[in-house]
Each structure stands twice: as structure tokens, then as C-alpha cells.
């Protein structure tokens, strides 16, 4: 064991947590529950240590909270009333309008471009994907629930004015983060052994 690290978690518990962790949606979440800014600053400050080429650090966030998670609800709600046509429901408009309110946090992820470093954008992406694992790790570790979504406003034009993009900017979705009141199944994988190549001549 390195000096220093007796307090830390042990390889069975890391491997628990990365393999229990499960998305889980605002409709499981316990909407009069708020979990305290602080704890949500830790799980960005998680997110801020992802890996990433040369330095870029590529990731910018987002957070809605209180009266913040409405005016989010109502401009996705209304940006689909002005885009959906034929393909309308109300269904959807109501979602998009209560999903919101039940989480207590929803944090817009962002893809903030280098303008120093030539760097493939698709790194770029891969790095600020790692920093949501981040997020979703450090969100079980404390016992709470989030899923990354790419629905709403993820894929609207409009949402750059709203979010105040700038340049190269890209929104990648939003981590809907609340207190669990319903769990989410457990999961399983295909066996690893099928997906790998293993080459030692």
C-alpha cells in the first residue's frame, strides 16, 4: 500500500462502485429531497480531474437549480411546441415541463474547444465523456442518482443563445441529478472476454 492511503478505498469496494453504478431517472428521484450545493461542487471538482490530451481541460458546466431548473423546463418545453409540427404530443410537453422539477440539480455539459491547441475534436469529446463518468461515479459514491441525457434542448440551435455559447461551444446534454427514491435495476455486460483481443506475440 502507498504511504498515505490507508483511509482509501479498497480495489473490492472501487470495483463495486464502477460496477453497480446504474443511470437513474428524474421520475425515481424524491423531489422534496435538495441535495446541498457543496456536495455538488465535489462531484464537479471529480469531473475536473478527467483525463484529457495536452491539458486542454475541455469541459465547462452548467447548474440549474432552484427557480433556474423552471425557466430550464419552460424554454425546452416551449422550443418543442415551436419545433415539434405533426410529430406534437402533449405527453412530451408535460414531461419536459415536471422532469426538471424533480431533480434537485441539472447540470448542462459543455464541450469548450481549444483555441491554443490543435487538437482532434473528437478528443476533445472523449475527455469531457470521461469527466461525466466522473460525475456518475462520484454521484453513486454518494449514494445519489443522475443519468447523462441527450434529449431536450440537447440538439435545438436555439439552446446556444439560452446556455450563451460562444465560438466552437457544444452542449453534449444534461446530468439530471436528484436523491434516489426508487432504485434502478442492477445491470449485467456481455462477458469482457468477448470484446477483447489479447496479443502477447
Known amino acids: 500500500m502507498l504511504p498515505g492511503t490507508d483511509d482509501l ?17 428524474p421520475d425515481q428521484f424524491e423531489p422534496s ?14 469531473a475536473n480531474w478527467a ?12 447548474v440549474f437549480s432552484g427557480e433556474g431548473r423552471k425557466k430550464f423546463a419552460s424554454f425546452q418545453a416551449s422550443r418543442y411546441k415551436e419545433t415539434a409540427g405533426e410529430k406534437f404530443r402533449q405527453d412530451k410537453v408535460d414531461k419536459l415541463l415536471s422532469n426538471p422539477l ?3 440539480h ?5 464541450l469548450k474547444r481549444s483555441t ?7 478528443e476533445e469529446v472523449a475527455a469531457v465523456a470521461c469527466a461525466v463518468e466522473n460525475i456518475y461515479l462520484s454521484a ?4 445519489l442518482g443522475g443519468y447523462w441525457s441527450t434529449g431536450g434542448i440537447t440538439y435545438d440551435p436555439a439552446a446556444r443563445d439560452f446556455l450563451h455559447l460562444e465560438g466552437e461551444d457544444r452542449l453534449l446534454g444534461f446530468f439530471y441529478l436528484g436523491t434516489i427514491r426508487i432504485p434502478s435495476p442492477g445491470g449485467k455486460r456481455g462477458d469482457i472476454r468477448d470484446k477483447t483481443i489479447w496479443r502477447k506475440e
Not at 441539472?106 to 459543455?110: E, K, V
Not at 491554443?116 to 473528437?122: F, G, L, N, Q
Open 9 to 25: 478505498p479498497s480495489i473490492q469496494q472501487i470495483n463495486h462502485l464502477i460496477r453497480s453504478r446504474r443511470s437513474v431517472f
Open 33 to 46: 429531497v435538495l441535495i446541498p450545493d457543496d456536495t455538488v461542487w465535489q462531484l464537479l471538482e471529480n
Open 51 to 62: 483525463p484529457n490530451h495536452k491539458q486542454t481541460e475541455p469541459w465547462r458546466f452548467i
Open 102 to 104: 424533480l431533480c434537485s
Open 106 to 110: 441539472i447540470i448542462a455539459i459543455i
Open 116 to 122: 491554443t491547441v490543435s487538437i482532434p475534436e473528437v
Open 140 to 143: 453513486a459514491a454518494y449514494g
